[in-house]
């Protein structure tokens, strides 16, 4: 196994055993493999530097690679932005792993020689971002690479696998060409991914936002922290940022827009269609530390004269009801009032023609929309409610606290 | 059974309108500056350390007014060189050693976190000596009031978020109105001041170049950068709330030389005009003022010293854990508990035990560590100076907000004036140690 540090600065010879110049970069070709190293970049001081292939490298050795081929058939070195350079993209840069689901930064490269008819390749196995690569970048050249292997052996080391690096680049377009994807980060809960959101730079941030889906990117951006959000929609197109707070629950999606400056907010509002904007609308009009600003317009609520069974199907049919809102089912009387909630434990065990009627939970606790937060902790505290109705001056519920928002509000307050 | 909210649309609208409405108005805005204020006051604020009010006091006291003309030019360095560190954070979002590892790569970032330590250390043991002697001047022994420092200096990070001890910080600077007073209780001729601070009076001998030197050295020190920028960036400050953050710069810098013309008056009122010339550092000065200006100035001035001592033994070593975390990649950030940023709370805690143990040592050669920390400093400001006007007109870095011309004329012209100001001080500092008493 060799380390990038050891091969960047090492001298090339040629075929004929004349020295070329020095080792300077290693792009990688993630079009073509994800993880070859295709070129090297031979400095030669004052004079254009060179590139070597992947195929015209015969040996590889800390300090010294040999080449099978003569300097006058090597290539002149030209920019490609489709490769990936290990010393200037790679090393002391920040990459996100994600199968520890962090942000680290790199300090040194593994690669893995493989020896196929006269030539040898190196492919990068992993990255290391511990106290051995940080040795080896302090003293390389400043001592032998036996005396550096040495030294490094009584370090811990920490690395992490290739396939799990996920690179961060803020460029569009060089994100396209370098074959980045986020597919990894969408299978992440969400808040893991806001914390690693937190921990880069804005520039970063948007360039993670950017390819995510905006299912995914909605529920990120609901766990990140609210300053932080806003400052990334901001710097939406208005389109995108209105199909990303869709996606959201409609009590964010009015945090989200609080936190937006007024020209801002005016533009992504308007591309929200219909229903959506309307929920949201609403929410946006109540004090944000009220009930109406903590509350959420998403619950169910059914009539008292249906039976378990029905209830049962009837959510079981609804494809756009989200699971998480179910934890209390709200029920209402003949004149569309607010008459008790069920906890979903309480359906689970009742018995099919059991009208909701007859599961609801005394007493009835409700709180109206101006109502002071520290009336709504009280309340859930008392009644070790999971979620609290929200109702209008006629008793008609117009939305819901769930217990996640009180705990956020109260941490807040910490 | 429907799940459609009925809502009247238009009177929603007109009351979402009037919900926006209300952030334009004048309450909100203050609300916004005072949500950014902190970092820039905290860092100036904690300039004027023991070290540096040991050194304003020399200055009053050696060379009366004539030094005063020498704070406008300090103000305006000061100001240059933290609005970058504000615009870097607010820009990029990351730390100043994070970026100097990204863009310099590994062993420069090495070479700037071993010298920080370094100078921090001394700077620690210099803040720990701060409050040993003013605790003295107030009767009580070192040996309590040094361990107890350090243990409520360490609690108070480890136990507390960033905005609980940034909110006790700035409780702090208040405090150093003190030197205000006892300025005015040294009676100066305040005209006479007034005029040696817009009239520039310099002498060519050694003593007083010297003294500039240290003056400047003193103010403008490099972990002030660090620990800025990384507050900027804890606080999470976007690039929408620069405007703010230059105001708290502005505001910091601006503060911070009111209090050094204060400190400067008040010794040279009394200790020059009655000639006491030759005081060795603060808390000599504070005891030299009984009988010139009463006991109450000197009392306050005692205060002030113990404040600025406990408040800088506070930020440096937290500055210093963060830079070394940073540039080698560990966590870091008192918003982490002890657990997720081990090696950052470790250092914190050798930095303090390290540097309030020497003080206790009798004996201990506090003069020399002082002076070789001074000579490090030397070393280590014009490396991290020019690392940052590099970054900070770095196009692709900072995109629009790279520096305008004229200001890089202005940093530039600052920095070379600043790194020959200090290499001035280490060839005394390295030579003429003794010389060099000013500089602490």
Redesign the interface.
């Given at each position: 196994m060799l380390h990038a540090t050891e091969v960047l600065g090492g001298e090339a010879y040629d075929a004929n055993g004349s020295f070329v110049g020095r080792v300077s970069e290693l792009f990688i070709e993630p079009a073509d493999q994800p993880n070859r190293v295709a070129r090297y970049l031979l400095a030669r001081g004052k004079y254009l530097p060179l590139l070597a292939r992947h195929d015209q490298v015969s040996s590889v050795a800390p300090g010294m690679i040999k080449l099978n081929v003569e300097e006058k058939e090597l290539e002149h070195f030209h920019t490609n932005e489709a490769w990936l350079a290990v010393r200037k993209d790679l090393?002391?840069?920040?990459i996100i792993d994600t199968h520890g689901r962090k942000v680290?930064?790199v300090?040194d490269v593994d690669l893995s020689e493989q020896r196929t008819n006269g030539t040898v390749e190196l492919r990068v196995t992993d990255v290391d971002?511990g106290l051995t690569g940080?040795a080896r970048?302090?003293l390389q050249g400043l001592a032998s690479p036996a005396v550096i292997r040495r030294i490094q052996q009584k370090l811990p080391a920490r690395t992490i696998r290739w396939e799990f690096v996920n690179l961060i680049e803020p460029d569009p377009l060089r994100r396209v060409k370098l074959r980045i994807t986020h597919d990894k980060l969408e299978k992440m809960h969400p808040a893991d991914l806001a914390d690693i959101m937190e921990e880069?730079?804005?520039?970063e941030r948007q360039a993670i936002i950017a390819s995510l889906d905006e299912q995914t990117a909605a529920e990120a951006l609901a766990e990140l922290?609210s300053?932080?959000t806003s400052?990334i929609v901001?710097k939406m197109a208005p389109e995108r940022a209105a199909d990303i707070i869709e996606e959201m629950e409609p009590d964010k999606a009015a945090d989200v827009l609080?936190g937006l400056?007024?020209e801002v907010?005016?533009d992504v509002l308007e591309e929200l269609q219909g229903?959506e904007a309307?929920?949201v609308?609403?929410l946006?009009?109540y004090d944000e530390h009220s009930a109406g600003g903590m509350m959420t317009?998403e619950f169910v609520y059914?009539?008292e004269t249906?039976t378990r069974g029905e209830v049962v199907e009837?959510v079981r049919q609804?494809a756009?009801i989200n699971s998480e809102n179910l934890d209390t089912i709200f029920v209402i009387d003949g004149d569309a009032k607010f008459s008790g909630d069920i906890a979903v434990g309480r359906l689970l065990l009742a018995e099919e023609d059991v009208t909701l009627a007859q599961l609801k939970s005394e007493p009835l606790v409700s709180v109206a929309p101006d109502a002071k937060e520290k009336e709504v902790f009280a309340l859930f505290d008392k009644y070790n409610l999971r979620s609290l109705a929200v109702v209008d001056r006629s008793g008609r519920p117009?939305g819901a606290i769930a217990v996640d928002d009180v705990i956020t509000r109260l941490r807040e307050k910490l | 059974m429907n799940w459609t909210i009925n809502t009247k649309t238009e009177e929603l609208q007109r009351r979402a309108v009037q919900v926006r409405r209300r952030s334009k108005h004048l309450w909100r805005r203050l609300a916004l500056l005072l949500a950014v204020l902190g970092p820039g006051l905290i860092t100036s604020n904690v300039d004027n350390d023991a070290g540096g009010i040991s050194t304003y006091s020399l200055a009053g006291a050696q060379f009366g007014y004539a030094l005063l003309w020498s704070l406008i030019p300090m103000t305006i360095a000061l100001y240059v060189t933290e609005e970058m560190c504000a615009r870097m954070a607010v820009v990029t979002g990351k730390g100043l050693s994070d970026l100097i590892r990204e863009e310099f790569g590994f062993r420069p970032t090495f070479f700037v976190m071993v010298a920080g330590f370094l100078v921090d250390l001394g700077n620690v043991v210099a803040e720990f000596a701060g409050v040993a002697s003013a605790v003295e001047i107030f009767g009580i022994s070192r040996y309590i009031a040094v361990p107890i420092a350090g243990l409520v200096v360490w609690v108070l990070v480890l136990r507390g978020t960033y905005r609980q001890v940034e909110k006790i910080f700035l409780a702090l600077c208040s405090f150093y109105l003190a030197y205000a007073f006892s300025a005015i209780l040294a009676k100066p001729d305040w005209l006479d001041a007034a005029r040696h601070t817009v009239i520039p009076s310099v002498q060519f001998n050694s003593g007083y170049l010297l003294m500039v030197t240290a003056l400047v050295g003193t103010t403008i020190a490099p972990w002030q950068f660090f620990y800025m920028q990384a507050s900027f960036v804890e606080k999470r400050i976007g690039a929408r709330q620069y405007p703010q953050a230059r105001a708290d710069v502005i505001a910091g810098s601006v503060t911070c030389m009111v209090i050094v013309f204060f400190i400067i008056v008040c010794t040279a009122a009394t200790l020059y005009t009655s000639g006491h010339r030759n005081i060795a550092d603060a808390a000599e000065a504070a005891r030299a003022l009984v009988p010139l200006a009463g006991r109450w100035a000197s009392l306050l001035f005692a205060f002030g010293l113990l404040n600025a001592s406990l408040f800088a033994a506070s930020i440096l070593p937290l500055s210093t854990a963060h830079v070394i975390c940073e540039g080698l990649g560990f966590e870091a950030g008192i918003d982490r508990k002890f657990k997720e940023a081990p090696i950052f709370y470790w250092l914190y805690t050798i930095l303090i035990v390290v540097g309030g143990g020497l003080i206790l040592i009798p004996r201990a050669p506090l003069f020399r560590i002082l002076v070789l920390s001074q000579v490090a400093n030397g070393v280590w400001l014009p490396v991290v100076l020019i690392f940052m006007i590099l970054l900070i007109n770095r196009r692709d870095l900072m995109g629009e907000h790279v520096n305008s011309p004229t200001f890089n004329v202005i940093a530039w012209v600052t920095s070379v004036a600043m790194i020959a100001l200090t290499l001035v001080l280490i060839y005394f500092g390295l030579f003429h140690p003794s010389a060099a008493t000013g500089g602490l």
């Open positions: 090393l002391d840069q920040q680290v930064r300090n971002v940080a970048r302090l880069l730079s804005p520039a922290d300053r932080l400052q901001e609080a400056s007024p907010s005016q229903k309307r929920e609308e609403t946006l009009s317009t059914v009539g249906a009837w609804r756009d117009i | -």
